[in-house]
């Protein structure tokens, strides 16, 4: 069910944090409003929540929100994630990081937290830069942008963090602009009652760093270049298998939205937690040896 923002705000929120430091037009509150509503229709305990963020604008989350949190340092989100959900399975850990903190210095801890398939949820803002730096390029950044680092436009490829979070396995991967509002709300509320790695990236307009030099300035013209450059995964594959000439050079540049991928596996937590009760002492000693 969808609350107002007011309520939300009450029940979640830190009255002394306000005003936020996010710009106007930044989509990162966007991100905070479908993460607290995702949280509310689920009705988590935020006493037994956790969020967990690196350093950037979208790495302020954490201390937005009534619950316990962890501000870490840059790219460190998933490491000191993975610790915590490690030390007390019973926990909902919930990180916020941002395309340079999770693909950019924090990309091997991706890899490997996907690998290990922690059973945290990762909400990760793409803002194509490093905003809170003031806009250089990101691992992220489409091809041709400019950015303080790329003046004359990227050149480089850029990579994309839910093809790769769903080739690497992870067993929940999603990827929304945040102009949709009701498909993130139920992505994260599928990725927090995934068991597994659970990867949500939400697109983000980011008027000051990124925007300002790539015709993005303003809200609107954010929000319809999302209009123009997304397309449903079902609608690109289509095209890709049936459509003319023309259809299939529509996809060039296109970015995939939709489910990336939903399966069962077995988390880190669960396998770690299978293995201490194999080794537990008060066992009688065949069963020890057997396990
Ligand atoms: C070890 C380290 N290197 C570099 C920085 C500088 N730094 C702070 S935030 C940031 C980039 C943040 O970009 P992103 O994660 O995309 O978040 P955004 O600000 O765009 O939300 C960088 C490079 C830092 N704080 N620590
Ligand atoms: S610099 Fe960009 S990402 Fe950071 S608060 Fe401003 S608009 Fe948002």
Same mark, same amino acid.
């Given at each position: ?18 005003? $936020? ?111 809170? !730096? ?5 691992? !992220? !950044? ?5 950015? !303080? ?29 945040? $102009? ?8 994260? +509320? ?10 949500? +990236? ?34 690109? +594959? ?54």
């Amino acid at each position: 069910m969808i609350k107002d923002a007011e309520t939300l705000r009450n029940k979640y929120l830190r009255d002394a944090m306000f005003p $936020t430091i996010f710009c106007d037009g930044c989509g990162i509150g966007n991100v905070l409003q479908y993460t607290l509503w995702a949280i509310d229709n689920l009705g988590l305990d935020m006493d037994r929540t956790v969020f967990v963020s690196g350093i950037g604008c979208s790495s302020r989350l954490p201390g937005y929100i009534k619950a316990d949190g962890l501000h870490t340092t840059h790219g460190r989100a998933l490491a000191f994630a993975t610790g915590v959900k490690v030390a007390n399975p019973d926990l909902t850990v919930i990180v916020f990081t941002g395309d340079g903190d999770c693909a950019g210095i924090g990309g091997n801890h991706f890899i490997h937290a996907i690998r290990r398939n922690i059973d945290i949820t990762v909400i990760a803002v793409n803002n194509f830069t490093y905003g809170m !730096t003031g806009g250089q390029v990101a691992p !992220t !950044t489409p091809i041709g942008s400019i950015t !303080t680092t790329t003046p004359y436009g990227s050149a480089e490829p850029p990579f994309d963090m839910s093809e790769m979070a769903k080739v690497i396995g992870a067993p929940y991967v999603a990827r929304w602009p945040v $102009t949709y509002p009701y498909q993130p709300i139920k992505s994260i +509320e599928a990725g927090v009652q995934k068991r597994g790695f659970a990867f949500v +990236e939400l697109f983000a307009p980011c008027p000051t760093a990124y925007g300002r030099r790539n015709k993005l300035r303003n809200i609107e013209q954010a929000w319809q270049w999302y209009r123009d450059h997304v397309i449903l995964l079902d609608d690109y +594959e289509r095209i890709q298998r049936f459509g003319s000439a023309e259809e299939k050079r529509s996809l060039v540049g296109k970015l995939k939205i939709g489910v990336f991928q939903d399966v069962e596996k077995r988390s880190f937590t669960d396998a770690l937690e299978e293995q201490i009760a194999s080794l537990r002492v008060d066992k009688p000693e065949p069963e020890r040896q057997a396990a």
